[in-house]
Each structure stands twice: as structure tokens, then as C-alpha cells.
């Protein structure tokens, strides 16, 4: 038998992808079908499996951007910004809190330009920068990575980032670092904080200065002003939040974490990942060199290679539901617990964005799998990335 060339294997595998699709969503009944066939027909196929994620009250909403380094494949909103019937429809420019998309979009790109500037190495203790950790055998590369060993605690009001460096620093010597993967938003406020020890800046101020204001990025940053169309995110005890970010420790630090805080829009979002797949570079501006970049994205094996982290960035991890079956090994992604997701493929030359207005927060089985779906999809529909199908974004000025 004549062994199967990797295009015919691929085209397989995204003739079964879409199908998998169909017969996911629609099955409910004859009514939902011939609704779905009605929509498909004005949408994308995208577009249909985010509407059966509302039907399932996952979410309310999401806008999703499907991109390569040249530019916007496909992008589109479906759904509302909040929870109520009345609330804003999302936009593809609405403002989202994106969680845990801070670590890779701002934290993990500060410490890795500071490194390629010759400021610290990976290698580096803690105790260079914290006194607290002195004879702490983490360094910043067990932060990156995840293992740290620390875990994680609600921080103290009175004296939320003193809190967590004591409380850090008093576990670091209960495991041995390097040893195993734990993930823990701690390690990312450390790194958050050492921006901070080294440039004499906040980590909103530097992020702005050396990556969102060079790559014009212009709707992301922390503590959003009101104004512009901004995503709700439900906050337990605090409600529906709308600008306010709704992890409860990034929220104590003032808005402003390393691990947390964030907000953007799936178009900046996408900016960011063409820049890193282009090495560095988004339309003649570098903000990270080439070597950089291939240092972030570079993969490290931990648990016998089951789990395989970059710097900041997870490529096959138990979180890494957002990275779908289509993605190659080299791909590379993150998720946050706002609802949002992104993973990006230098093979393919491809990146998926996905936003969303969350509704369910227990049912992370069926969540992740929507995840999942959505980038399947993505590289299934969009992984040749002909030129033809690139979109001609508005040029809008912004003020």
C-alpha cells in the first residue's frame, strides 16, 4: 500500500474535522437543523458552532479572529457583551478582560525582552531581586515554566504583593523546584513584580512603552477607561464586572498583575500573534528580536514529555484545550478563565483568537471543548491561508 503524503493526511483529517462538526451541532432536531442550514448559509461554519455554544448558555457571546503574519483571515462577533437580553451586542472591537492571556501577551514578553537586553537570564535566582527568597533555589526560569513548586492563596487586603512574596518565599523550600509542572498565578505575580525591580516601571507602563504602543495595539491595556464597548464577566460576590478585572487578586494589586488584568480586543490580540510569527516584527516595527522570540517559544519537557511548556506559553499541557487536533507539535497557546483562548502555529502560519463572555464556569468539560472545536475548525477551514481570503480591515483612526 502506498503510504499517505502529509497533504493527503491533512486533508483527511479537516474533511472529518468539519464533519465531526455537522454532527455535533446539528443534531438536536429537524426544527434546529433546517435553522442551523438557514444560518450556515449566511455564516461561516464558525459562526454556527458559537451560536450552539449560546443555545447551551456556555456563553452569551464571543468574537473570534482567524489570522496568519500577512493578516485577518476571518473575524466575526455573535452575542451580547453581558448577560441580560438588553445588553450591547459584542462588536469585533468590544473590550475584554482576557485573564490569564496576560501572562503571554504582556509578562512573559517583558521578561523575555529584559532577558534579550542582557537584565537578567534565566537562570537567575529570585533572591537577586527578592531578599525574601535568599537561599531559594527557584530562578526565573522555574517561574516561567511553572515549576516553582509554589501555590497558590488568597492575598492579604492590607498588603496584597508583600503577602504574596512572604507567603512565596516561606514555600520555596517545601519542594524541589524544576521536579514537576504545577501551574500557579504566584509565579507570574513574582515575574509581574520583577518587571517592576528592574525597570522602575509598572508592568501597564512598560507593556504600553515597548510592545501595545509600537505594534498600535491601542484598545489594550490594564484598568480600561468606560467608555468603549466592554465585555461583562460575572464576578460571584461582586456581580456583573464590566472594566474591572475579575480575578479577586489581580483586583486587590490595584488591576495590575502579572498573572492577570489585562483587556483587549481579538484585533490587538491578533497584532500581537502576527507579530510572533513574524519574529518579532509587525509592519517594520520590531519590538522583539528574532532570537527572542524563538527563545519564548522554544519547548521544554517535563513529566516524561507529557507536558511541554514555552516561556510563559503552553503547548501540550492539561490546559491546553484551546490547541484543538489539527495544530502541529510546534504550536503554542494559553487560555484564560474569562472565557478566552488563543494558539498560534508557526508550521501553518496561523493563529486563532477566541473571546467570550462566559456563562458557565462548571462545566469546564463542555467549555473545553468548545475551545477545542473552534480551533479545529480554524485550521481545518483557514490552515492554507490563501491570500485570496485575507480580510480588507477598515483603516479607523483612533485617537
Not at 493578516?71 to 462588536?91: I, K, M, N, Q, W
Not at 468603549?228 to 472594566?243: C, E, Q, Y
Request: overall charge positive; charged content about 15%; glycine content about 10%.
Amino acid at each position: 500500500m502506498v503510504q499517505a503524503t502529509r497533504h493527503q493526511r491533512y486533508m483527511v483529517a479537516r474533511f472529518f474535522a468539519v464533519l465531526l462538526f455537522l454532527l455535533v451541532v446539528w443534531v438536536p432536531s429537524v426544527s434546529a437543523e433546517y435553522d442551523l442550514l438557514q444560518q450556515a448559509g449566511r455564516n461561516s461554519t464558525l459562526d454556527a458552532l458559537l451560536q450552539h455554544a449560546m443555545r447551551r448558555q456556555l456563553i452569551s457571546g464571543a468574537v473570534v479572529q482567524v489570522g496568519n503574519r500577512h493578516g485577518v483571515l476571518y473575524r466575526s462577533a455573535v452575542g451580547r457583551s453581558g448577560f441580560a437580553p438588553d445588553d450591547p451586542l459584542l462588536t469585533v472591537d468590544s473590550v475584554f478582560d482576557v485573564a490569564s492571556l496576560t501572562k503571554v501577551y504582556a509578562t512573559t514578553p517583558a521578561i523575555v525582552r529584559l532577558m534579550d537586553q542582557g537584565s537578567l537570564s534565566l537562570l537567575d535566582p529570585l533572591s537577586r531581586w527578592f531578599p525574601e527568597f535568599k537561599g531559594s533555589p527557584v530562578t526565573v526560569l522555574h517561574l516561567l515554566t511553572h515549576t516553582s513548586g509554589l501555590h497558590d492563596g488568597l492575598l492579604d487586603r492590607a498588603a496584597p504583593l508583600e503577602s504574596a512574596i512572604i507567603r512565596a518565599a516561606a514555600q520555596s523550600g517545601s519542594s524541589a523546584p524544576g521536579t514537576r509542572f504545577q501551574y500557579a498565578d504566584i509565579n507570574f505575580i513574582l515575574l509581574g513584580n520583577l518587571v517592576r525591580r528592574i525597570t522602575s516601571m509598572g508592568l501597564d507602563q512598560y507593556c504600553q512603552e515597548q510592545f501595545f504602543q509600537p505594534l498600535d495595539m491601542h484598545l489594550t491595556g490594564f484598568n480600561p477607561q468606560p467608555g468603549h464597548n466592554i465585555a461583562a464577566t460575572l464576578g460571584g460576590v461582586s456581580g456583573v464586572l464590566r472594566g474591572i478585572v475579575q480575578d479577586t487578586n489581580a483586583r486587590l494589586l490595584g488591576g495590575v498583575a502579572g498573572h492577570a488584568g489585562l483587556f483587549s480586543t481579538a484585533d490587538d490580540l491578533g497584532r500581537f500573534s502576527r507579530m510572533v510569527l513574524g519574529g518579532g516584527m509587525l509592519d517594520g516595527k520590531r519590538v522583539l528580536s528574532p532570537q527572542a522570540v524563538s527563545q519564548m517559544i522554544a519547548p521544554y519537557y517535563f513529566r516524561d514529555g507529557r507536558i511541554v511548556r514555552g516561556l510563559g506559553w503552553d503547548r501540550e499541557s492539561p490546559y491546553s484545550s484551546a490547541k484543538g487536533t489539527l495544530f502541529s507539535e510546534a504550536s503554542f497557546g494559553h487560555t484564560g478563565y474569562s472565557g478566552t483562548s488563543v494558539w498560534i502555529d508557526p508550521d501553518a502560519d496561523l493563529y486563532v483568537v477566541l473571546l467570550t463572555t462566559r456563562v458557565n464556569y462548571t462545566d469546564r468539560r463542555s467549555f473545553n471543548r468548545m475551545r477545542s472545536d473552534v480551533a479545529t475548525l480554524a485550521a481545518a477551514l483557514f490552515a492554507d491561508h490563501a491570500q485570496r481570503y485575507l480580510v480588507k480591515l477598515p483603516q479607523t483612526p483612533h485617537p
